[in-house]
């Protein structure tokens, strides 16, 4: 008699990256999901850092009542949105969402002040990442070089010229 078990490991995912990079007063959108399992999926709780976001004690804050909400959906697995209104620097952080029965997921939120176009996360994706920037530096060093290897070759070649045709001129006043 034997028997054969499947073991299924479920872990939450946060959909996109894992560095998110948000403008100062823009919204944060976190969506957390878990495929359907063979048993109940149970809930999902999100933490900033190491502190739960307790909906029931943002009551008492009224910014923060109206600026974060979390939403629940449990109908092609369990589905958790955590929307934070208006970002503001000190929204900057590590946000995971912990399910009761599954391993959790973490994003780490960069909220920016001002424009900053290399670390911006745009539904297109931009050229002006850090690579495009690195090319751009390593072509004009390059440039630099060539250009001033020619002049010091060139330089020298007419130093070279002038020594003699001094060194000429010198033997020929003697």
């Known amino acids: 008699l034997s028997y054969t078990f499947n073991v299924i490991e479920l872990k939450a995912n946060i959909i996109g990256p894992t560095d998110l990079y948000v403008k100062s007063g823009s919204d944060i959108n976190l ?3 878990i495929m359907q399992g063979p048993h109940e999926l149970g809930n999902i709780f999100w933490y900033k850092g190491t502190e ?3 909906m029931s004690a943002n009551l008492n804050e009224i910014d923060s009542a109206t600026r974060i909400s979390v939403d629940n959906d449990w ?8 929307k934070i209104r208006r970002a503001m620097p000190s929204d900057t952080g590590n946000y995971t969402c912990v399910p009761t ?3 959790s997921s973490s994003v780490y939120v960069h909220v920016i002040i001002g424009e900053h176009p290399a670390a911006m996360q745009h539904n297109s994706s931009s050229m002006y990442s850090g690579n495009f920037y690195c090319s751009i530096c390593c072509m004009l060093f390059t440039i630099f070089t060539c250009c001033l290897q020619h002049f010091l ?16 001129a010198s033997q020929c006043s003697r």
């Open 75 to 82: 109908t092609d697995g369990l589905t958790s949105r955590l």
């Open 153 to 168: 070759a060139t330089t020298t070649a007419a130093a070279t010229l002038l020594t003699v045709a001094t060194r000429g």
């Open 101 to 103: 029965i599954a391993k």
């Open 31 to 33: 969506t957390c999901r």
């Open 52 to 54: 739960i976001i307790d």
